[in-house]
């Protein structure tokens, strides 16, 4: 599939982790929609050059590609919005503290915009974060979150659990969790459960679906490919879809489509994910997808890029294994991780991402802020849809030149 995709020139991408590449067609469905805003100007909602037409129905044109690679049904998935701002929906209909349910649990060193709008959620019920919060972090000395320890501490929130906010990959160790695991415990003491999926989407087989979670939300420019600050994603389990004692923040382009234009005052919500749109569909920034997401299935499916994704990262993993003074904090368990392998380096090397690049190795090099010690991490994801066995070994050998590592 690499040929299918724009890739910086002379350099190896092990960054799609923060940025997916262009994918060649992306240009192309961009220019259909900017040559309907050109030749028809408004009445491009309503006609279009596709059997789709206008742009009216736009995001229901992604949504069976999407629902596949989650692992949903169509109606439970759409595409709207911006990561948080769709967690913030969500949390509007999910975290709904009274009594004694008034806790979340989640990982400790969740990505900051979590953990921001989870806190202010908190605040904004007049809950205190410094009590109505659980983190669950590492054991001492390890990097990875033990499954028994999340659901062990939903289970001593027991009854007093709200929310289990949980992510489906760590953006900063690159660590997949047991959603499944995590749902079922949320779901045996009453909690609702949501996750974030970031890091997760486009990356592993995920079943959201059959997994019962609530609700889930994610970016589409990572391993999605859909360009820089593409619209995001959300799932919303069916059994929510006709709930009508469910509060949301209504807009407009969640009203049911088939009287949207009537102007009413009463909102009446679109059966499905779609139902919590807010704002007009954003055309020029869905455009793209319509590019990407068919690329999954032409590769196979999410089961196939899986097969690749375990055999990059494994070579990566063994050859990374032999460069001394590294440590490697995603965890060595296949199972535990996806395209993504975090490697801690000592010192302080603030332009070590900038060295890298120049030697022709775009990788993603945090300062550390979670593990104590004076380095930083570098996050090296070789994408199955474009990344190569031999880019890997390329990689590694310019990491340990750049570091001078025998």
Not at 67 to 91: C, D, F, K, Q, Y
Not at 178 to 203: C, P, R, T, W
Not at 205 to 229: E, I, Q
């Amino acid at each position: 599939m690499r040929h299918l995709f724009h890739l910086p020139k002379n350099k190896i991408y092990l960054c799609g982790n923060s940025l997916g590449p262009q994918p060649k067609a992306a240009a192309e469905q961009l220019a259909v929609e900017l040559e309907s805003w050109k030749v028809r100007a408004v009445e491009g909602w309503w006609n279009g050059d596709t059997p789709a037409g206008g742009w009216l129905g736009f995001h229901k044109r992604v949504e069976n590609d999407l629902a596949s690679i989650v692992g949903a049904s169509a109606p439970e998935v759409t595409i709207a919005n911006a990561l948080t701002v769709n967690l913030h929906l969500m949390l509007v209909s999910f975290f709904r503290p009274q009594g004694r349910r008034r806790k979340v649990v989640m990982e400790a060193g969740a990505f900051p915009s979590d953990q921001h709008a989870i806190i202010s959620q908190l605040k904004f019920h007049g809950l205190d974060p410094e009590t109505d919060l659980i983190e669950v972090g590492p054991r001492t000395g390890e990097f990875a979150i033990r499954t028994e320890d999340i659901t062990a501490a939903i289970h001593d929130a027991g009854d007093e659990l709200a929310l289990v906010l949980w992510s489906g990959i760590h953006y900063y160790t690159g660590q997949f969790f047991d959603l499944g695991a995590i749902a079922e415990a949320g779901k045996s003491v009453g909690a609702q459960v949501g996750f974030d999926l970031a890091h997760a989407v486009g990356n592993v087989p995920l079943t959201l679906h059959d997994w019962g979670c609530d609700f889930a939300v994610w970016c589409s420019y990572k391993y999605l490919n859909g360009g820089p600050g593409a619209p995001g994603g959300l799932f919303v389990h069916e059994r929510h879809h006709e709930s009508e004692d469910l509060p949301r923040f209504a807009g407009w382009w969640g009203h049911r489509e088939s009287d949207r234009f009537m102007m009413r005052r009463e909102f009446r919500p679109e059966i499905g994910a779609s139902g919590w749109q807010i704002s007009t569909a954003p055309v020029l920034g869905l455009a793209p997808l319509l590019a990407s997401l068919p690329l999954f299935a032409e590769a196979g499916g999410m089961a196939a890029l899986r097969t690749r994704s375990l055999l990059l990262t494994g070579k990566l993993h063994a050859l990374l294994s032999k460069l001394p003074g590294l440590t490697i904090i995603t965890p060595s368990d296949e199972n535990q991780r996806g395209a993504q392998l975090s490697v801690y380096v000592p010192g302080h090397r603030p332009k070590l991402e900038h060295q890298l690049s120049e030697a022709g190795l775009i990788v993603d090099y945090r300062q550390d802020n979670l593990l104590g010690g004076d380095g930083g991490v570098l996050r090296l994801a070789p994408a199955p849809l474009y990344a190569t066995e031999e880019e890997v070994e390329k990689a590694v050998e310019i990491l340990a030149g750049a570091l001078e590592l025998g």
